[in-house]
Nanobody, 114 residues
């Protein structure tokens, strides 16, 4: 599975960005898809993920600000990020899981200026 991520950029605090991840395989074949992020000097942490049935999980730090969604016909997962904060600055990675196998896309940098 190849994951193509896009949508990162520079935004002011309080602004919004939408990240897009397109998979080369049908989403229905993947047990979960989502986004992780890694800030400089920190570990890669889960931001949000979504199951095929649509249930989503969010990190506490983004609840109420970020929304993950998927478009099955387009094999695409979106992360709508609102009310961005400087602490959201990180490289964001698309992630997918099929059975025991994990797949990662290339990172996309999100920079939030204060």
């Amino acid at each position: 599975v190849q994951l193509q991520a896009s949508g990162g950029g520079l935004v002011q605090a309080g602004g919004s960005l939408t990240l897009t991840c397109t998979a080369s395989r049908r989403l229905i074949d993947l047990t979960v898809m989502g986004w992780y992020r890694q800030a400089p000097g920190k570990e890669r942490d889960l931001v949000a993920d979504i199951q095929p049935i649509g249930s989503a999980t969010y990190a506490d730090t983004v609840k109420g600000r970020f929304t993950i969604s998927r478009n099955y016909p387009m094999n695409t997962v979106y992360l709508q990020m609102n009310f961005l904060k400087p602490e959201d600055t990180a490289v964001y990675y698309c992630h997918a899981k099929s059975g025991p196998v994990h797949y990662w896309g290339q990172g996309t940098l999100v920079t939030v200026s204060s």
